[in-house]
């Protein structure tokens, strides 16, 4: 058996000489390829096992133009449950086909999510799930697409000039599904605390909630909706002001975790009790008030099986609508 240094990198030159084998022969066997048999694989695999082989996945990158590794772009940090979830789902179902994730976030920059994207790129990503930024450049991604023949998958964020598949949640449903509970437990003058009023899952989110209050003969005041970027801060006080001009005010639906903080900091400065005073209900993000469960795992996954049948040629859905499910906890009261 050929000699090796204990710190030597082992190389398929190495393995192929030993088994009197072609470097091609060693290159398929390591990859799996059906053009090998399983017996060639099996001597292939033993012997790079107990050399200590270790794949150069930049050299392979270079030689074939495919990495086995997935840019993932998010609008934010992945800390919210929603995030967490579609993340855990992307991870597993790569891993399972032999795929790696080099995740970043956009924080909802148009310019950013540009500068990630061509710094993917450079790394030899195979392709991208992306959350859009709400002002994304969908030309700029349409032209990958397109003319380089790069692969993309949108979640979370529907952009309708993006020219890729998009596989999100029914916010819409999940609205309605929200405000039909707290309407069925007797409120009536409900507060809708939403996201930036021009991205679309907003627009989904209160043309659910209008929905409902028509199926209740209930009229639609535009007084109790405010619209708030998603932090904490800003939610707070759009609540406050939201209160405010809606004294009679029950209930209030919000669109994720950071507005459901800030109605609970907007209420302990003001001396209110959240349980007692008002009903919150929020989106998708909150594991200690009533919630719409977005399904973040499966769109996770969904995702990933979408991307990797672009990969195969394959026709695709060109969107993918997950329905939320309403998780009822302790948050809202009957006021009947």
């Known amino acids: 058996m050929v000699k090796l240094h204990p710190l030597k990198k082992i190389n398929i030159n190495e393995i192929a000489k030993e088994l009197g084998l072609a470097k091609s022969t060693v290159s398929k066997a390591l990859n799996d390829r059906d053009d090998v048999s399983e017996k060639t694989k099996l001597r292939v695999k033993q012997l790079a096992d107990n050399l200590g082989y270790a794949p150069n996945h930049f050299a392979q990158a270079l030689n074939f133009r495919k990495s086995k590794l997935i840019g993932v772009i998010l609008q934010s940090e992945p800390q919210i449950e929603n995030f967490i979830m579609i993340s855990r789902g992307i991870m597993e179902e790569l891993q399972q086909h032999g795929y790696m994730t080099v995740f970043a976030s956009s924080e909802k920059s148009r310019d950013k999510e540009k500068d990630i994207i061509s710094d993917f790129i450079g790394r030899f990503v195979d392709g991208f799930i992306i959350a859009p930024a709400f002002d994304t450049d969908a030309e700029f991604i349409n032209g990958l697409i397109k003319e380089r023949e790069y692969k993309f998958v949108t979640i979370d964020s529907y952009v309708k000039e993006i020219k890729a598949p998009f596989i999100g949640t029914d916010f819409e449903k999940g609205s309605f599904l929200a405000t039909k509970y707290l309407l069925e437990n007797g409120h009536r003058e409900i507060g809708h605390l939403g996201g930036p009023p021009e991205a679309t899952g907003t627009i989904e989110r209160i043309n659910g909630y209008k929905k409902a209050l028509n199926e209740f003969g209930i009229k ?95 026709q695709v859905p060109f969107k993918t609508i997950i329905a939320p499910e309403l998780i009822v906890r302790s948050s809202v009261q009957n006021i009947k």
């Open 220 to 314: 639609f005041r535009s007084s109790l909706i405010v619209h708030a970027a998603y932090n904490e801060k800003e939610a707070k006080e759009k609540f406050k002001i939201l209160l405010k001009n809606n004294p009679g005010m029950t209930a209030v639906h919000c669109a994720g975790l950071p507005m459901t903080n800030g109605v609970f900091s907007g209420l302990e400065e003001l001396g209110m009790d959240a349980l007692k005073d008002i009903s919150i209900i929020d989106y998708g993000s909150s594991s200690f008030v009533t919630s719409l469960d977005q399904k973040g795992k499966e769109i996770g996954k969904t995702a990933v099986s979408i991307l990797l049948d672009l990969f195969d040629g394959h």
